[in-house]
């Protein structure tokens, strides 16, 4: 059956204004979104512009917008939108560098802002730093983060305020500040003590109902909040 796609077209080096292309794909229901704008390039415009990699859900390089919601085009299928056009936009939030291709500089600025390694307080081990299979629990789900900016795009607090973190980073910090291994706890939520970090968010879960790897998170977010607030009340 022949789908409509109807996919957002921008060359800024170029173009004054977006458009809007329509293409017609042949797809089964079982079809990857992904799989259709693959067959678009290779079969009727080359120019078309997009970021993909394992196709797998796994390296977080295909988030765009499908039907105005954030999402990997490898992660859903042509089901999952019914019969009518499918409307492919880039990421918002992000700059585009062209078509549906966005520019994360100021995203990965931001996540590496938040020291995204463990900061421990001791001479490296000879081996590792062991830690209990409890200790590890604390933080499991946000390990799955592929870092796709799923989240950090659907956030609306980013519409009023650039400067705030976005929910990848926080969650990352919310990764580290968990860990049992990291002994910076204290510099950690200093860091994250502010309007523009952990108390910009407002708690509108656009995150978690985004996220292609169902990490709760707004509930993480939530347990930094509550860290930070519980160390200030602490005697
Ligand atoms: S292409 Fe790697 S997550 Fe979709």
């Not at 512009?49 to 295909?62: E, L, Q």
């Not at 509930?219 to 160390?231: A, E, F, N, P, T």
Request: glycine content about 6%; overall charge neutral; hydrophobic content about 35%.
């Amino acid at each position: 059956m022949k789908h409509t796609f109807k996919i957002f077209r921008y060359d800024p080096a170029k173009e004054r204004q977006p458009r809007y292309q329509e293409y017609q794909v042949e797809a089964e229901p079982t079809d990857k979104i992904l799989d259709c704008l693959n067959r678009i390039r290779w079969e009727q415009d080359s120019s078309l512009t997009y970021r993909m990699s394992c196709a797998h859900g796994v390296c977080g390089s295909d988030a765009m917008r499908i039907n105005g919601i954030c999402a990997l085009a490898c992660q859903r299928l042509i089901k999952d939108y019914g019969e009518g056009p499918l409307l492919i936009e880039p990421l918002p939030q992000f700059p585009v560098l062209k078509d549906l291709l966005v520019d994360l500089t100021a995203f990965f600025e931001k996540y590496r802002g938040i020291w995204p390694y463990l900061l421990p307080d001791d001479p490296a081990p000879e081996k590792e730093r062991l830690q209990s299979p409890e200790e590890r629990m604390a933080f499991d789900e946000a390990i799955r983060c592929i870092l796709c900016g799923c989240c950090t795009a659907a956030c609306p607090i980013l519409e009023d305020n650039q400067q705030f973190l976005g929910p990848a980073a926080l969650l990352r910090a919310f990764r580290y500040l968990f860990d049992s291994r990291d002994r910076q706890k204290g510099k950690r939520m200093e860091l994250l003590d502010d309007e523009n970090a952990i108390w910009g968010c407002k708690t509108h879960g656009k995150c978690t109902e985004v996220c292609p790897k169902e990490i709760q998170v707004t509930q993480s977010l939530g347990r930094v909040k509550k860290k930070i607030y519980d160390s200030k009340k602490a005697p």
